[in-house]
């Protein structure tokens, strides 16, 4: 594995030179950022993939925290916390079948 390497490493330094930007002028078309950013909230995918990514991170950052105060400052263990993110992934990945069995279902 180690030979392939060498290879690779002179496969990015040969893309990396090789390789120009294209200059476009920015002032043929220019919109404002406030309208940029209203068109962009206009779109309802993407208003409901923010809103999903935003809550599913919440909660984990919420567990997270959680966890991390319980093990350091209630029971006084922080070498303890990698062992429990890990159950909390195990977990996870250990209920995966059901809720795919629960999505199928319903």
């Keep these: 594995m180690a030979g392939f390497l060498p290879a690779f490493f002179f496969v990015f330094f040969a893309i990396f030179f090789g390789l120009r930007e294209r200059f476009v002028d920015a ?3 220019r919109i404002a950022v406030i309208r940029s950013l209203a068109l962009t909230l206009k779109n309802r995918a993407f208003r409901i993939l923010t809103g999903l990514y935003l809550c599913s991170f919440l909660a984990l950052d ?3 925290a ?3 105060y319980y093990l350091d400052d209630y ?3 922080p ?5 429990m993110m890990g159950s909390m992934l195990g977990c996870a990945l250990l209920s995966l ?3 795919r069995f629960l999505t199928a279902r319903f």
């Design 79 to 83: 070498r303890l916390m990698p062992v």
């Design 75 to 77: 029971i006084g263990r």
């Design 97 to 99: 079948p059901l809720y």
């Design 27 to 29: 002032g043929r078309e």
């Design 66 to 68: 959680a966890a991390k």
């Design 62 to 64: 919420i567990l997270t």
